[in-house]
């Protein structure tokens, strides 16, 4: 197979992801995630049939008509499996912040919104939080805003949550029970030293820290054909950069 040198590094992080997804039947992709769509779209494809994807922006792959409010109402029915929620900031207890940085009444930065992310974390089983940039800035000891919590009390209702994180540079999973992460594994060019550098928050950590696993020669085939050429009717300018390829 390619060596690493050969594979982008967002090429690792699409078939990371998607193979997470593997024995979900219904996955959904929020607006602006091409990384997350990609790897929803792998999945799919692997699965032969049996995985329904919904990406919302897509005119193929996208059942829904009435926008955002089906993807909750879906969410709320138990119908989807899978989905994925980033932020401007998340912290060691799995909580992300989407809506600024300082006092919320007066932030000195401001992010897009909360939106419905809170809904889909206390619904959606699978949740995968994920942020590309790996800095002290984004993953931070403590939001400054929690727009979604990453845990809740036992006396509420919750069958969603976060199970993993993915960022530039690490796999992380998400522990409920004790509210925080460990770290899985770490991208080519990185250590776990070198992560644990650039993570604002404490996470605990094996003895031995694998690499994450490079796409073996059939999975970039397929990325680089068929989920490639189905990234690009949602996200063309990501699939011209990556595979240089137009919708």
Not at 65 to 76: K, M, P
Not at 175 to 189: I, K, M, Q, W
Not at 201 to 218: G, K, S, W, Y
Request: aromatic letters at 8%; hydrophobic letters at 45%; glycine letters at 12%.
């Amino acid at each position: 197979m390619s060596g690493a040198a050969e594979i982008h590094i967002r090429e690792i992080l699409i078939a990371r992801i998607a193979a997470m997804l593997d024995g979900c039947g219904h996955v959904a992709v929020g607006a602006s995630s091409p990384i997350p769509g990609a790897a929803a779209l792998l999945a799919q494809a692997r699965s032969h049939g049996a995985m329904r994807v919904s990406v919302l922006g897509s005119t193929r792959h996208n059942f829904f008509t009435d926008g955002g409010r089906e993807l909750f109402d879906c969410a709320a029915q138990g119908r989807i499996d899978a989905f994925f929620l980033s932020g401007g900031q998340i912290d060691g207890a799995g909580n992300i912040n989407l809506v600024g940085i300082g006092d919320p009444a007066q932030p000195k930065v401001r992010f897009p919104g909360s939106f419905g992310s809170a809904y889909l974390a206390f619904l959606v089983p699978k949740i995968i939080l994920f942020r590309e940039e790996h800095t002290p800035r984004t993953l931070v000891e403590r939001v400054d805003f929690i727009s979604a919590p990453g845990t809740s009390g036992p006396d509420i209702y919750r069958p969603g949550g976060p199970r993993a994180l993915v960022t530039g540079r690490a796999v992380f999973a998400f522990s409920p029970e004790r509210a925080g992460f460990t770290l899985r594994s770490v991208h080519p060019g990185q250590t776990p030293e070198s992560v644990v550098a650039q993570t604002g928050f404490r996470f605990d950590m094996p003895d031995a820290v694998p690499h994450t696993p490079l796409p073996d020669a059939d999975t970039l085939a397929l990325m680089r054909g068929d989920v490639a050429r189905a990234v690009a009717e949602t996200y063309p300018g990501f699939a011209a950069q990556l595979w240089d390829l137009a919708a």
